[in-house]
């Protein structure tokens, strides 16, 4: 009975805590603009199970895709037996699904463990690949400190799941050959694909008492590791295992060239064009007229809600900022830091807004405090790195609204910039002659 209400209390306290944090997740990606991603739907759907499912672009490199999936199987699958943990724990009961089941439990905990075993051998060598081959995208300025230890600590925690798993049907494989096992489930035992040879050859010849102590630490280890892990991930790039299939079905389906429009600039330009618009006009009787609409983006609040879903679901991989033509040859940009930068950005303001006041203003912003404009003026807009992504993350859209305020509001422009848009706008060309003579090449001997 107290292991029941020991149980429960934390059951309580791990799902009210996740979704407390899930709340304010949702709340700081509200505070973006609104944009409509709601056409198109099969095509959505299919982009989903193809790219967050099926980690389509995750095989454009086949190893580290291979050893992804063995970790990403392996965690979906063992997430169906936390069902069976909740209803032990808040019953008493032990592999309450086994004599039900039958032989299709067997099969069903012995994929897990068969997938458990493929997951240790990546861990080991996603840990290698991080720390002692020091794999160049792991090393960026933006990876020092707590990414490079959050990328570290879920393949830690992963090691220790997978011990726990294997001491619990271990030692319980050896208990029920004994006839000790507190499962109630017919035969002699389970025969799990790995357990019934790894538990006879490390726990046979253990007592009673202390197979039972064993067993009960593996439980409970395997218990308080998921919950653990499930109120982690709000606070870890590992969100990207939740947030990755609607970040996806939300995509952006237009061609990768094809840029937006800033909806209060289309509407200046619609009203410059008709006849019957007066720019002096009174508003309407009971109106006042609306501040004017920011053009581009200075900080959060300028995003749209995508942009900021994009934030909470970069996986910190790198792949972006290893396909960048700019950061490969020296500049100070890397996409990832942008999606990094806008997220703590993100958070932050969030955190004011709920304890200080939706009003309060910190006197930062993105553009400057978090990103520079030397950041933003390396991009060549040849989206590599949206194309890299492995959940469609778009970083250019945010790099575009933030140049856009530069240029709009702040009238800040590199002058090798500034020379070509003089050009284009007198001669229709970036090249500083007129147009009578752009074919005078043509006469030359």
Same mark, same amino acid.
């Given at each position: 009975?107290?292991?029941?209400?020991?149980?429960?209390?934390?059951?309580?306290?791990?799902?009210?805590?996740?979704?407390?944090?899930?709340?304010?997740?949702?709340?700081?990606?509200?505070?973006?603009?609104?944009? &409509?991603? %709601? &056409?198109?739907? %099969?095509?959505?759907?299919?982009?989903?199970?193809?790219? !967050?499912?099926?980690?389509?672009?995750?095989?454009?490199?086949?190893?580290?895709?291979?050893?992804h999936f063995f970790i990403y199987a392996a965690?979906? $699958?063992?997430?169906?037996?936390?069902?069976?943990?909740?209803?032990?724990?808040?019953?008493?009961?032990? @592999?309450?699904?086994?004599?039900?089941?039958?032989?299709?439990?067997?099969?069903?905990?012995?994929?897990?463990?068969?997938?458990?075993?493929?997951?240790?051998?990546?861990?080991?060598?996603?840990? !290698?690949?991080?720390?002692?081959?020091?794999? #160049?995208?792991?090393?960026? &300025? +933006?990876?020092?400190?707590?990414?490079?230890?959050?990328?570290?600590?879920?393949?830690?925690?992963?090691?220790?799941?997978?011990?726990?798993?294997?001491?619990?049907?271990?030692?319980?494989?050896?208990?029920?050959?004994?006839?000790?096992?507190?499962?109630?489930?017919?035969?002699?035992?389970? =025969?799990?694909?790995?357990?019934?040879?790894?538990?006879?050859?490390?726990?046979?010849?253990?007592?009673?008492?202390?197979?039972? $102590?064993?067993?009960?630490?593996?439980?409970?280890?395997?218990?308080?590791?998921?919950?653990?892990?499930?109120?982690?991930?709000?606070?870890?790039?590992?969100?990207?295992?939740?947030?990755?299939?609607?970040?996806?079905?939300?995509?952006?389906?237009?061609?990768? =060239?094809?840029?937006?429009?800033?909806?209060?600039?289309?509407?200046?330009?619609?009203?410059?064009?008709?006849?019957?618009?007066? #720019?002096?006009?009174a508003p309407p009787e009971g109106e006042t007229?609306?501040?004017? +609409? @920011?053009? =581009?983006?200075?900080?959060i609040q300028d995003l749209t809600w995508k942009?900021?879903?994009?934030?909470?679901?970069?996986?910190?991989?790198?792949?972006?900022?290893? !396909?960048?033509?700019?950061?490969?040859?020296?500049?100070?940009?890397? #996409?990832?830091?942008?999606?990094?930068?806008?997220?703590?950005?993100?958070?932050?303001?969030?955190?004011?807004?709920?304890?200080?006041?939706? &009003?309060?203003?910190?006197?930062?912003?993105?553009?400057?405090?978090?990103?520079?404009?030397?950041?933003?003026?390396?991009?060549?807009?040849?989206?590599?790195?949206?194309?890299?992504?492995?959940?469609?993350?778009?970083?250019?859209?945010?790099?575009?609204?933030?140049? @856009?305020?530069?240029?709009?509001?702040?009238?800040?422009?590199?002058?090798?910039?500034?020379?070509?848009?003089?050009?284009?706008?007198?001669?229709?060309? #970036?090249?500083?002659?007129?147009?009578?003579?752009?074919?005078?090449?043509?006469?030359?001997?």
């Open positions: 009975m107290i292991q029941i209400i020991v149980f429960a209390v934390l059951l309580i306290f791990t799902f009210s805590f996740f979704g407390w944090n899930i709340y304010k997740v949702i709340s700081n990606i509200s505070m973006g603009k609104s944009v &409509d991603r %709601s &056409d198109r739907k %099969s095509e959505r759907l299919k982009t989903m199970l193809l790219v !967050a499912f099926g980690q389509k672009k995750m095989f454009q490199n086949l190893l580290p895709a291979v050893l965690f979906v $699958i063992t997430s169906t037996e936390l069902i069976e943990i909740i209803i032990d724990g808040l019953t008493g009961n032990h @592999r309450f699904f086994a004599k039900p089941l039958g032989f299709f439990y067997v099969v069903v905990v012995s994929t897990i463990e068969l997938l458990s075993v493929l997951a240790f051998i990546a861990t080991i060598i996603f840990l !290698a690949r991080r720390n002692l081959l020091k794999v #160049p995208r792991f090393h960026m &300025d +933006e990876m020092t400190g707590w990414p490079k230890l959050d990328g570290n600590i879920i393949l830690y925690l992963e090691i220790l799941l997978i011990f726990c798993i294997f001491t619990m049907n271990g030692t319980d494989e050896v208990m029920l050959n004994h006839g000790w096992s507190h499962a109630h489930v017919d035969g002699n035992s389970f =025969g799990f694909a790995v357990s019934s040879y790894l538990g006879p050859l490390l726990f046979e010849g253990l007592d009673q008492s202390t197979l039972e $102590i064993l067993e009960r630490i593996g439980w409970w280890g395997h218990l308080i590791m998921v919950f653990g892990f499930l109120n982690y991930l709000p606070y870890s790039k590992h969100f990207h295992i939740l947030l990755a299939f609607p970040n996806t079905y939300y995509s952006n389906l237009n061609n990768k =060239g094809q840029l937006t429009n800033l909806s209060n600039v289309k509407t200046e330009v619609e009203n410059m064009f008709d006849p019957n618009f007066d #720019p002096y006009a007229l609306a501040e004017p +609409e @920011r053009f =581009g983006a200075k900080d942009n900021l879903m994009d934030a909470y679901t970069c996986t910190e991989c790198g792949r972006c900022s290893s !396909a960048c033509p700019a950061n490969q040859t020296g500049k100070k940009l890397s #996409p990832r830091k942008i999606m990094m930068d806008t997220r703590d950005r993100m958070v932050e303001v969030g955190e004011n807004k709920r304890k200080k006041g939706k &009003d309060f203003d910190d006197g930062k912003s993105l553009l400057g405090d978090y990103i520079s404009e030397e950041e933003l003026w390396a991009c060549t807009s040849c989206n590599a790195c949206v194309q890299q992504c492995p959940v469609n993350i778009d970083p250019l859209s945010i790099i575009v609204d933030l140049r @856009r305020y530069l240029v709009m509001e702040e009238s800040k422009v590199p002058s090798e910039l500034a020379g070509m848009l003089t050009n284009i706008e007198n001669n229709g060309a #970036p090249w500083q002659f007129s147009p009578t003579d752009r074919l005078n090449w043509a006469n030359e001997d």
